[in-house]
């Protein structure tokens, strides 16, 4: 490029480099490395794409990426890729993350960690003035993580406040028990498909990138991002009712099988073409193009002073930084195992044993050994006590993950109402849940609690925490889940009053024998 002065003045040329590019070789093999670092994680969030509709569109982000990548290019022409050291401290946190992800086996931890070691990636080796030309390309990755699951029971508690509310203002009278309801013409029950979920990621996914193309104004981008997280919420609660509205006109000839499905779908494909339609008037075309000359001679000797660093001694120091938290992590695995079968003795109660329980049953994952029985009270009401003991936990088989439930979808028992309490028990403060199961013959009052690494919790966050604390303290992933329950009937001071006596008298020998199976 030629410097050119103005008329009458001495001309000469001064020879501005463009910016050299080094090799792309080995900044392609260090984004490719964690892919086969943490294949297992990246198994992982496959099969959930492939098992669950929900999510299905995380095949497709990797490509859009790429896409918006592609369509940046000239960038890398314009600007050199300068490695920036302090890039490592960041994707050592990831790593670290995804560590204890691995530790307290959480899989979207593990899964969003990985993502995110991808663009942290690119800034160690491109450096933040190249990287942040693709910064949306690169964090649009995040939107491949299978996440979103955590929301879908307060989904569809809202859907049926919702759809409850809006039926009683048209003027029909519904009988609600927790997420179902009964209208005079049949009932009606807001389960996951119910709860918007797809709808909301769907939305939120094609929001982002519709706010990115379209938008040049951080302001307008946020706006349509926001409305594209609210708007699909509120349609499905106007889905909801308007289905059940279309099953009590129809007497339950309509909306209740496939064409359930269908009606909401259309709903929802009519209600985001009007969303983007409207945002379609404030559209930004005037972006000007990548890699446009810029303003000045002076810019472009700025972005090619200085030599061009090799991308060898980073891509390098990338490379270590991504494999050594699975090193790590498989050793710990090897450390931690128990071959040891699990032998849970059953605790020797103050209560004796008793029979005639209603027949409810805990839906969890298989454990590694259970117990359940019946003892009276002094009082004659009967309590059940389950313990459901895991060693050796996986994906397959834990204490804590989002399948298990204290009562299955379709039983007979449903839960109707849960709140977390805490127990004075043996001088120490017990935390615990308690949950509330309508059924045959009457409610149930259940109080639930969490032993993990030795301490008791009913929170499963403080349960991961303490689970991925013993396995990186090399103390194993021992846990048990114990619950206890009692009929309430229509007196539930009374059931309280059964359970907490339970406690009082019972707690110590449960928590000795939790003890010695985990020491055996």
């Not at 990138?209 to 040049?216: H, M, P, V």
């Amino acid at each position: 490029m030629h410097l050119t002065p103005p008329p009458g003045v001495l001309q000469t040329s001064v020879e501005v480099p463009a910016p050299a590019r080094p090799s792309l070789v080995p900044l392609a093999l260090a984004l490719l490395a964690p892919f086969l670092l943490y294949l297992a994680t990246v198994r992982s969030m496959v099969d959930t794409w492939n098992s669950s509709e929900t999510f299905a569109h995380g095949y497709v982000i990797l490509p859009i990426s790429l896409a918006l990548i592609w369509r940046e290019r000239a960038w890398f022409a314009r600007l050199p890729a300068r490695p920036w050291w302090p890039g490592l401290v960041l994707m050592a946190g990831a790593g670290a993350a995804w560590l204890a992800g691995r530790m307290g086996d959480v899989q979207v931890v593990m899964q969003y960690a990985f993502v995110a070691m991808l663009p942290l990636a690119a800034l160690t080796l491109l450096g933040p003035r190249l990287a942040s030309k693709f910064t949306f390309p690169l964090l649009f990755l995040l939107f491949a993580v299978p996440f979103g699951e955590v929301f879908v029971g307060p989904l569809i508690n809202y859907t049926a406040d919702f759809t409850v509310w809006a039926v009683q203002a048209t003027g029909i009278p519904v009988l609600r028990n927790g997420t179902r309801f009964e209208l005079p013409t049949g009932s009606w029950s807001v389960v996951e498909a119910c709860s918007g979920i797809r709808y909301l990621i769907s939305s939120i996914t094609l929001g982002c990138l519709y706010a990115y193309l379209t938008y040049r104004s951080n302001l307008r981008r946020a706006v349509f991002i926001g409305l594209s997280i609210v708007v699909p919420i509120v349609a499905n609660w106007l889905r909801a009712y308007g289905i059940v509205m279309i099953g009590h006109s129809s007497g339950m000839e309509l909306a209740t099988g496939v064409d359930h499905l269908v009606y909401g779908w259309l709903f929802f494909g009519v209600v985001m073409f009007i969303m983007f339609w409207i945002g379609s008037y404030w559209r930004e075309d005037d972006q000007p193009a990548a890699g446009a000359a810029p303003d000045t001679a002076d810019d472009t000797a700025s972005a090619a002073r200085g030599p061009v660093k090799s991308l060898v001694p980073m891509a390098l120091a990338v490379f270590a930084m991504a494999a050594v938290w699975p090193a790590f992590a498989s050793y710990n695995d090897r450390a931690n195992h128990n071959p040891q079968q699990v032998v849970l003795a059953a605790p020797d109660l103050a209560w004796p044993a008793a029979s005639g329980f209603p027949d409810w049953q805990l839906d969890y994952m298989e454990p590694d050994a259970r117990l359940a029985r019946t003892y009276a009270a002094p009082d004659g009401r009967p309590v059940r006590l389950d313990i459901l003991y895991y060693r050796n936990q996986t994906k397959q088989k834990g204490l804590i993950s989002s399948v298990n439930r204290i009562a299955k979808v379709k039983d007979a028992f449903h839960e109707t109402a849960s709140a977390g309490r805490s127990e004075s028990v043996a001088g120490r403060s017990l935390p615990l849940r308690e949950a509330v199961l309508s059924g045959p013959g009457g409610p149930l009052l259940v109080w639930q609690v969490m032993w993990v690494d030795g301490g008791y919790t009913a929170s499963n966050v403080a349960g991961k925490l303490r689970q991925a604390q013993g396995k990186l303290l090399f103390r194993g992933d021992d846990a048990a889940l114990v619950t206890i329950a009692a009929p309430a009937g229509d007196d539930q001071a009374a059931a309280r009053a059964t359970l907490r006596a339970f406690l009082v008298q019972n707690f110590v020998a449960v928590d000795a024998a939790l003890v010695h199976t985990r020491q055996q």
